[in-house]
């Protein structure tokens, strides 16, 4: 028994096999290695070098190979140097062998005169699925789903279903659900393996089958999918084209995935950086990954201080005035960041609609309002004891409560604006809301100071 | 056949389903209500009045309230006023049909009263099994499992194990895994029913089983088991105690409902919102979650002002200098903000540990000085352009590069202190981290301004 929850402990012995592949000990390393789980052979398969990996290629088999790579995690562009260490025959056999959503991944990352060099000697059957998944647009369903599933049609028994499941078992991506079609390859029907195995041998899967399944098209957004999976709790779902014709399905494990990618996705995009930002880069990639961000908002930043241009004599007049400048910005760029993360999160879930919009605005101009006096009356207080003026301190306050205000709004209002643009609104992200706010914010603070003074001097 | 993803879209006749109860159809009702998916029923359940209600207590049985219960998605505290319309028998009921972790979430939500009513009047095994559960810490593998498994022992055979899983298939909450266990109730393998159903009846479980089942502790976090999921793809995880006994299994849609409420959390602490913030909140609500940070991001920007103010005089001197501590402490908070998502990701994801840390900050300082300089020169060359003095560019754009250095090393630094303390290192978050750099930046920019000025002058 391993303890695969232990950290950093590594649950098989990677010295152990290393050694066993050095001195070409073919039984041991088999018996050893196939009895791991896939994830842990491609951990150990990515952490060798290619001298040990030479050896691999000669121990196992295309199709062993082909459970190592469906398991492998890499960054984009990364598969090329392994596919080169083995020779093109043997990688076009691993590919026949791999889901074809996973060998569809792979091959995504080819250039082109690779990819045809495989695609040329695979075997014309799987070439052609894999030829119509790599037309799918990306994060559409069909770019994620996999061809391996398991159909009946209408009229079998639920005998002859079992012997199908059987017979599919070693290849199906899910064998725990089996999808009903007519003649036409439409579909009709789902049936899961807990409703077979408990039903009498001779029943006609007709009369079992639940005719209310819930599909997706090719075309829909993977996002969307997601949220099904998250509401129904399905393991599969099929997915078909526009004549209901059955094409594939998308299973659980492929929506994980698409989670961990959009909320990283989100998350990211509120940090201003690219998602691709991470931290396996060398600083110069990093740099240039977040350069594009940071010079925008640096221009940004410059129309803010060529509009405080316009209030340099109000400045020059009382000095005292630029103490606040962060303060409402940074308090003005705080509440735009909470109401813009609220929002986006709502239209995410799918909680704002064109129904509920009206009405989260609406609660959203109270809270700016509710937040900005508090916020505001504390900040009268708190410059007059410290400074023992009350003028500056009105100021101050009033510009802190009608920023916290505008901050609000605006950072609920510009998403749903986005949205119904049909952008995806976490663009509206973080930094963009903050610089915006900080001009506005900026902007009322002088202006009340220039009005102000100007009706006492 | 029903369209399930067309948006706004009810899979389901409202209000024919709503009319049947009316007119108290209950046969006409149970027929089409039944063969919803239990996500439907939950839907409808919750859309209609409590009258309606009533009357769909009196058609369904307890059991099959229980499946909607399971289905139903509702945020804390608000179980209380449905199980207040059913009588205390038919909860109690429905609650001992429930899978005992959706049970326990539904009465972990209810006052100790209203729970001990209910808990009196079920069976007391169920009643064991719910206070074991309760027992345990939020957030642990023992607190989102549920006991509803099939396990058997190792030395029964393949049959044996079929009958096993055909008579659990209506209860337990997967089939598609059967755990293996020996006369201690110690886990021992594993055996998919993808496995079962390809042997031959005869064979013994022990020759055919999973011996390395991949397994977590009831204290296990369960942020650390969603990764478990991720890599290795498993629709089940078993969950044991300290002595290697089965207590319970986590299945696959748990773990989505975990990812989900992870991402969310994270994403709102980089907001700085609370996770309760949410669009159904009243304004009053809403101010009062949001208000904390911003009031202690106020005092914050408070100490930023007291300490320009030891500056007054250069900024009385020199008003122009004003203008440009938006532009400045706003390109330190973006990059800092950008550091801190990479690390805060990078530590979620596990790629960020002991070896790799200091790669880590050695890159980030690196990135930052880069993308200081650049930023910097930009600064320069656009305030000589624009007001024909070289000093002040040159001032701007040292400020800037030496605020995005320090930034960026804050931002990467300070989440990987947090997480060393064993804190989470999200709440570290976006708004904490900008002010903190507001404060630095314009130390940094106007101490060297009073430097320059005093040389000068």
Sequence with gaps: M??????NEVPFDEEYLRQLLIDEKIEEFREYFLALHPYDQAQFYEKVGPDIR???????????????????????????????????????????YMYTDDAVDVLNELDKEHRDSYLKIMDSETVEEINELLGYEEYTAGSIMTTEYVSILENSTVRSAMAVLRK?????ETIYYVFVVDGDHCLTGVISLRDLIISEEDTLIRDIMNERVVHVKVSDDQEDIAQIFKDYNFLALPVVNDKNELQGIITVDDIIDVMDEEASDDYSKLAGISDVDDIDAGPFKAAKQRLPWLIMLLFLGMITASLMGKFEATLDKVAMLALFIPLISGTSGNSGTQALAVAVRGIATGEINDKSKVKMLLREICTGLITGIVCGLLVVGIVFVWKHTFIIGLLVGAAICCSILVATIAGSFIPLLIHKLGVDPAVASGPFITTLNDVTSILIYLGLATTLLSQIG
């Design 54 to 96: 030479g050896v691999m290629y000669l121990f196992l088999s295309p199709r062993e190979m082909a459970s190592i790579f469906e398991a492998i995690e890499l960054d984009d562009e990364e598969y090329q140097p392994f596919l080169n260490e083995m020779n093109t025959a043997y990688g076009a056999e691993m590919l026949t």
């Design 2 to 7: 391993i303890e695969q929850n232990e950290k």
């Design 168 to 172: 599919e078992a070693p290849n199906a």
